[in-house]
């Protein structure tokens, strides 16, 4: 199986910060990769997939890069509405594998 | 707009079964694959099955490999996840989701709730 980690566990940042979080795989997984975000008591979203394309509806300021082994999510500057988990996701080959996530928090 | 209601979740003793259905509406459902996703309380994402648009191919994560069951009806638009010998651990939200363009996951449900407690 292929596993996913996340890095950082916890991230603590304010409003306007730029965050950056990475997901490596234990193997190429080329450029199956998504990210989602998950607020309290509510389904994950997806944000970007296929390692850099922004969803539908998705804010510029999330942003995907990487392949191959190393990936990372960036939010340009942090809004209020953006504290939340947020996972990786490969979907290379079965079975899929998330990150174990990172939890934006309010410095 | 794509829906997903998840429902048959409950508290269930160790051992026992339950079997969770998931309703789609809004799109062809015969089309697409569906997966279910669970999530134990304060942990992250698993994914745990997957079955095909036509019902004939299925996988499973080793966690649930033998003792979860999965299923659809497309005449009703549902995919039934068949849950036997559960365990504390399988204690989870558990959510359905759709594909989007590739195998991620596009459109979940709300999820429901099974505990495996004594």
């Known amino acids: 199986d292929i596993q996913m980690t996340q890095s950082p566990s916890t991230l603590s940042a304010s409003v306007g910060d730029r965050v950056i979080i990475t997901c490596r795989a234990s193997?190429?997984?080329?450029?199956?990769l998504a990210w989602y975000q998950q607020k309290p008591g509510k389904a994950p979203k997806v944000l970007i997939y296929t390692a850099t394309n922004l969803d539908s509806g998705v804010p510029s300021r999330f942003s995907g890069s990487g392949s191959g082994t190393e990936f990372t999510l960036t939010i340009s500057s942090l809004q209020p509405d953006d504290f939340a988990t947020y996972y990786c996701?490969?979907?290379?080959?079965?079975?899929?594998?998330f990150g174990q996530g990172t939890k934006v928090e309010v410095k | 707009e794509i829906q997903l209601v998840e429902s048959g979740g409950g508290l269930v003793q160790p051992g026992g079964s339950l079997r969770l259905s998931c309703v789609a509406s809004g799109f062809t459902f015969s089309s697409y694959s569906i997966n279910w996703v669970r999530q134990a309380p304060g942990k992250g994402l698993e994914w745990i099955s997957y079955i095909s648009s036509d019902g004939n191919t299925a996988f499973y994560a080793d966690s649930v490999k033998g003792r979860f069951t999965i299923s659809r009806d497309n005449a009703k638009n549902s995919v039934y996840l068949q849950m036997n010998s559960l365990r504390d651990d399988d204690t989870a939200v558990y959510y359905c989701?759709?594909?989007?363009?590739?195998?991620?996951?596009?459109?979940w449900g709300q999820g429901t709730l099974v505990t495996v407690s004594s």
């Open positions: 193997q190429s997984i080329s450029s199956w």
């Open positions: 996701q490969h979907y290379k080959s079965y079975p899929w594998t």
């Open positions: 989701a759709k594909y989007g363009t590739y195998a991620y996951f596009h459109d």
